[in-house]
C-alpha cells in the first residue's frame, strides 16, 4: 500500500482529532478550524484503504458520541462546511483551489464520522448529534434543522458546481456522503419505508432539487470523466507551516499522501485500475438508490418520478404539467454511454430501469438503427453466464425480454450482420445475424442453466424471449436452427430420464407411492418447457417457413427425436404442424433421389418451402409475452442495489454486520 498501520493508529492520538473529539466547545470563529481542515488529502478509492483509516477513525467517533452532547463540536463542524459550501460556487469560478481544498476536507471529516454514526445509532438518535449546540464563545448556530441543512447543501453542491479537475473530488465525496446518509438500509433486514432522512430528500427543500440531481446524477455517468491526477504539489509548505499545518503536521508525508485517487507514488491502486471513473460509478450507485426508494405515506418517490418521464433534448413539445420533475437530457449521450458500460451490474440494472420505466427513452433505443452496439454487450454477459452472479444474468435476460415485445425489433435483428464475434469462442462465427446470434447465446443460457442452477424463472425469461421472436425469425444461421433442435434433445432426453426414474421408484417402492410427487413436479416443469419448445418451433415454421431452410433441414435431420410426442396428450396439437412439415419434406427427398448432398438436400428444402400451401399449417394463437414487475419489487430491487454498493462503491469499506443481505450475496 506503501504507508505501514502506525500510520493510519497514529491518527488517534492526532492532537487535532482529540481536540475535535474532546469534552471542549470549539467556537467556530477559533483558528482551530482552518488548522484542522488544512491537509492535503484526496479521497481514497481502494476499499483496503479505506477500511484501515475506518479502523482509525472508529474509536475517536465513539470518543465524540460520548462527549458531543456537551461540546457540540460536531455541529460546528458541519456549519464550518456549510459556510464554505456557500461560496462555493465562486470559488470555482475564480480557480481559488485553497477554499475548495478546504471545503472537501471538512466534507470528508464529517463523511468518515457519520459512517461510523449511522452503524452505532439509530435516524433519532443521530439526528441528536446534529441538534446539540456549542456553548463556546462566538456560537452562531441557529435554530435550523442542521440535518436538513446539511443534506440540501450537498444537493445544491451536486446540481450547481461544475465539474472541473479542481472540483472532481469534492463532487465525488458529496456524492458519496448522500450514499453514506442512505446506508442504514443495510443495517436493516426489513426495507425502510420511511425516516427522517427519507423525509429529508424526498420533502421539504430537497424536492425542488430533484430533477436537477437526476439529470447531474445521469451526465456524471454520461461524461465518464476520470479522476484527475493527484494534485500533491498544489500547496507549497512554507518554513512557518503555511498552509500544511494541524494534522498535515503529522502525516500529510505519510497517510494522507497514500489514499489519493490512484494510490500512491509509483505505484498505481488497484482498485484505481478496474474502477478508473471513480465518480461516475458513484453517481450511477447513488442513481439507482433514489431511484429504488420505496414511495412515502402519502407521496410518491420524486426520483423515480423524474426517471421515468424526462426527455430528450431534441424533443420541443411542452412539458406536461401532470409531470412536475421532468427535465430534457441528450438520449444519443445516455445510449452511448450504456453501451459502452454494460459490463457492470449497476449499468446493466440502469438500461432495465430505463427501458422498463421511461417510455420516452425506450421508444428511442428501439428506434436507433445501431441496436447491436447495446444487445451485443448484453448477449456477452449471457454468454459468460457462469462467471456473473444471478441478478445481472436476470437483468440482461429481462433486458431482452422487454426489447423482444417490439416486432420491429425482432424484425431488424435478423437484418443486422456481424463478423468475427471473438467472445464466442464455441464455434468460429465468422459472419451471423444479430438475430441468430440472440437465438443461439439465450439457448446456450438455458442449457446452462438447466444443467447447473436449474433455476425456472431464468429459462422461463429465456423462453419468453425467443417466443417473442418465433414469429420473426428470418434465415436462421445454421448454428442456431442446430441449437434449437439441440435443446429440445436435451429436454427429450431429461423427460425420458424423469419418467425411466418414477418407474423405478414405484417398482421399488412396491406400492408406495410417497415419492411419485417430486417425480411428477419435475416431469410437469419439462413438459412445459417441451410444449413451449415446440410452440416456438411451430410459430417459425407457421409464420416464415420459406425464411428458415437451415430450421427445416435440423427438423429433418433429428425427426426421430419428435416421434414419442406425436401421440402424448399434452402435445398432440402442437405436433400436427410438425409432422405436416416432416412428412411434406420427407416425401420431396425420397423423389428427388437417394445419396443426396447437403447443398441438394438444401435445394429441395428451398423449392418444397414455396411449394407447401399455408393453409395446410393450423393456426395457434401469436405468441407473446411481456414482461411485468412482481409485487412489491422493492423485495428485489433494494437489497440489489445495496449489494452493488457494498460490492462496488469506490472507497468505502462496510461493516460486516450487514442486516439486509448475506454477506455471500452480491
Not at 463542524?77 to 462555493?88: D, H, W, Y
Not at 447531474?216 to 470523466?225: A, M, P
Not at 418447457?529 to 411451430?538: A, D, G, S, W
Request: net charge negative; glycine share 4%; with cysteine.
Amino acid at each position: 500500500m506503501g504507508a505501514n498501520t502506525s500510520q493510519v493508529s497514529d491518527l488517534s492520538d492526532n492532537p487535532s482529532l482529540r481536540t475535535l473529539v474532546g469534552t471542549e466547545s470549539i467556537s467556530e470563529n477559533d483558528p482551530f478550524w482552518n488548522q484542522l481542515i488544512s491537509f492535503t488529502f484526496i479521497s481514497p478509492t481502494s476499499s483496503g484503504d479505506s477500511k484501515l483509516l475506518e479502523e482509525a477513525v472508529i474509536p475517536l467517533a465513539k470518543i465524540l458520541i460520548e462527549n458531543n452532547p456537551r461540546s457540540g463540536n460536531f455541529g460546528a463542524l458541519v456549519r464550518i462546511f456549510l459556510g464554505r459550501t456557500k461560496e462555493l460556487k465562486v470559488s470555482t469560478e475564480c480557480q481559488d483551489q485553497l477554499f475548495i481544498w478546504q471545503a472537501h476536507n471538512a466534507l470528508f471529516m464529517i463523511r468518515c464520522l457519520l459512517k461510523v454514526f449511522i452503524r452505532e445509532m439509530s435516524e433519532e438518535e443521530l439526528h441528536l448529534q446534529f441538534s446539540y449546540q456549542e456553548r463556546a464563545p462566538g456560537s452562531c448556530a441557529g435554530s435550523e434543522d442542521l440535518l436538513e441543512e446539511l443534506l440540501s447543501n450537498l444537493i445544491h453542491l451536486i446540481v450547481e458546481v461544475p465539474l472541473l479537475d479542481i472540483t472532481y473530488s469534492i463532487l465525488f465525496e458529496a456524492v458519496t456522503t448522500l450514499l453514506v446518509f442512505f446506508s442504514y438500509q443495510l443495517f436493516n433486514k426489513d426495507i425502510l419505508r420511511d425516516g427522517l432522512i427519507y423525509q429529508h430528500i424526498m420533502k421539504g427543500r430537497c424536492l425542488s432539487l430533484t430533477s436537477r440531481l437526476v439529470k447531474t446524477l445521469l451526465y456524471n455517468f454520461i461524461r465518464q470523466e476520470k479522476c484527475p491526477p493527484p494534485a500533491t504539489h498544489i500547496f507549497e509548505q512554507k518554513a512557518e507551516g503555511g498552509l500544511l499545518y494541524g494534522l498535515a503536521s503529522g502525516v500529510a508525508s505519510g497517510l494522507w499522501s497514500v489514499f489519493t485517487l490512484g494510490g500512491a507514488g509509483n505505484k498505481a491502486g488497484v482498485d484505481q485500475e478496474h474502477n478508473p471513473l471513480p465518480l461516475s460509478n458513484q453517481s450511477l450507485l447513488l442513481l439507482l438508490v433514489l431511484a429504488n426508494l420505496t414511495d412515502g405515506p402519502d407521496w410518491p418517490n420524486p426520483y423515480r418520478q423524474a426517471i421515468t418521464c424526462f426527455r430528450n433534448t431534441q424533443d420541443t413539445s411542452s412539458m406536461s404539467a401532470e409531470q412536475p420533475h421532468t427535465f430534457q437530457i441528450n438520449f444519443n449521450s445516455l445510449y452511448t454511454a450504456l453501451c459502452e458500460q454494460q459490463r457492470s451490474d449497476q449499468a446493466t440494472l440502469l438500461l432495465y430501469t430505463l427501458l422498463h420505466q421511461n417510455a420516452n427513452m425506450r421508444t428511442y433505443m428501439l428506434s436507433r438503427t445501431d441496436m447491436d452496439n447495446l444487445v451485443l454487450p448484453i448477449l456477452e454477459i449471457l454468454y459468460h453466464v457462469e462467471n456473473r452472479n444471478s441478478h445481472h444474468v436476470y437483468m440482461a435476460l429481462i433486458i431482452l425480454l422487454i426489447l423482444t415485445e417490439d416486432d420491429a425489433f425482432n424484425r431488424s435483428v435478423h437484418e443486422v450482420e456481424l463478423k468475427n464475434i471473438t467472445w464466442y469462442t464455441e464455434r468460429t462465427l465468422t459472419e451471423i445475424s444479430l438475430g441468430s446470434l440472440l437465438i443461439l447465446v439465450v439457448i446456450r443460457t438455458i442449457q446452462f442453466n438447466m444443467t447447473r442452477t436449474r433455476d425456472k424463472y431464468l429459462h422461463t425469461n429465456c423462453l419468453a424471449a425467443l417466443a417473442n421472436m418465433s414469429a420473426q425469425f428470418r434465415c436462421l444461421h445454421q448454428y442456431a436452427a442446430q441449437r434449437i433442435i439441440s435443446l429440445f434433445a436435451l429436454l427429450s432426453k431429461k423427460h425420458n430420464k424423469v419418467l425411466e426414474q418414477a418407474t423405478q421408484s414405484l417398482r421399488g417402492r412396491q406400492g408406495d407411492d410417497t415419492a411419485l410427487p417430486d417425480y411428477a413436479q419435475d416431469l410437469n416443469v419439462i413438459e412445459e418447457v417441451i410444449r413451449m419448445m415446440l410452440e416456438i418451433i411451430n410459430s417459425c415454421l407457421s409464420n416464415s417457413l420459406h425464411h428458415n431452410p437451415n430450421l427445416v433441414y435440423a427438423l429433418l435431420y433429428k425427426r426421430e427425436l419428435f416421434e414419442q410426442f406425436r401421440t402424448h396428450p399434452s402435445f398432440q396439437d402442437i405436433m400436427q404442424n410438425l409432422d405436416t412439415v416432416i412428412g411434406f419434406f420427407s416425401q420431396r427427398l425420397e423423389l428427388a433421389g437417394s445419396d443426396l448432398s447437403v447443398e441438394r438436400v438444401q435445394e429441395v428444402i428451398i423449392k418444397g418451402a414455396q411449394a407447401l400451401p399455408t393453409d395446410r399449417l393450423k393456426k395457434f394463437p401469436e405468441l407473446k409475452f411481456k414482461y411485468v414487475e412482481e409485487d412489491q419489487p422493492e423485495d428485489f430491487f433494494i437489497p440489489y442495489v445495496w449489494s452493488l454498493v457494498f460490492n462496488a462503491g469506490v472507497g468505502l469499506h462496510w461493516s460486516p454486520h450487514i442486516e439486509l443481505f448475506s454477506m455471500d450475496s452480491g
